[in-house]
């Protein structure tokens, strides 16, 4: 049998390792957590908190679909008594000028959550920053995850490693760009996750 060239088996090698290389993080990560995140609806063991994580407000003050799904899967978790509050953790200074957590807030309240059963946390800056400072500021010790299905794996990780009694629920899927987009996104933002741990990150300061 002919031996390829010693650049061409560089190359082979590169085709092979580089892409298992880049999914390897995104199976731990969703092999460690899978036992501990389901669909909405199903069985919760009762938690102190909803963790709602923040997604984009249009400069018009609406949600986009990913932010009105969480917060609905919040919302039917503290209606269910699955949990005893909720906390809207996000961008305070977006973009679109309103908040993230108040805009969440006020969603929540309009499906009938009432206000004090609702913390707001503006520093929530990302996943990181979200699962800390729900332990840290807002004193849970065990949370239910609200978030995309694509994104449960990396959130319910990262509180885990933070010490938090942790399940993920999420909405039903729908296969349009936005969800491709975010499958392809945890590719990059899982490797992310494991070296801010690794690294002992600090998370947003209030």
């Known amino acids: 049998m002919t031996r390829l060239p010693p650049r061409y088996r560089l190359v082979v090698a590169a085709v092979v390792l580089v892409p298992a290389l880049a999914v390897a993080p995104w199976m731990y990560v969703n092999l460690a957590t899978a036992p501990s995140i389901a669909r909405a609806g199903a069985p919760v063991t009762h938690a102190d908190a909803a963790l ?11 949600p986009s679909r990913f932010l009105r799904e969480r917060i609905e899967v919040g919302v039917a978790l ?3 008594g699955d949990v005893d509050m909720l906390i809207m953790s ?5 973009s679109s000028g309103f908040g993230e957590p108040t805009v ?5 309240e309009q499906m009938g959550v009432p206000s004090d059963a609702i913390v707001e ?3 929530g800056l990302d996943t990181y920053s979200s699962c800390e400072r729900a332990r840290d500021v807002y004193g849970a010790s065990s949370v239910v995850v609200a978030t995309q299905e694509f994104h449960e794996p990396r ?7 933070q010490g938090l009694d942790v399940q993920g629920r999420y909405p039903g899927i729908r296969l349009t760009r936005s969800t491709v987009l975010g499958n392809l996104r945890e590719l990059a933002a899982i490797p992310k996750a494991i070296l801010d741990m690794e690294t002992g990150r600090v998370g947003a300061a209030s």
């Open 104 to 108: 969440m807030r006020q969603i929540a």
């Open 155 to 161: 959130a319910v990780w990262l509180c885990q490693r």
């Open 90 to 94: 996000g961008d305070g200074d977006d």
């Open 78 to 80: 503290y209606e269910a």
């Open 121 to 123: 946390d503006p520093f």
């Open 52 to 62: 709602v994580l923040g997604a984009r407000v249009y400069e018009d003050g609406t």
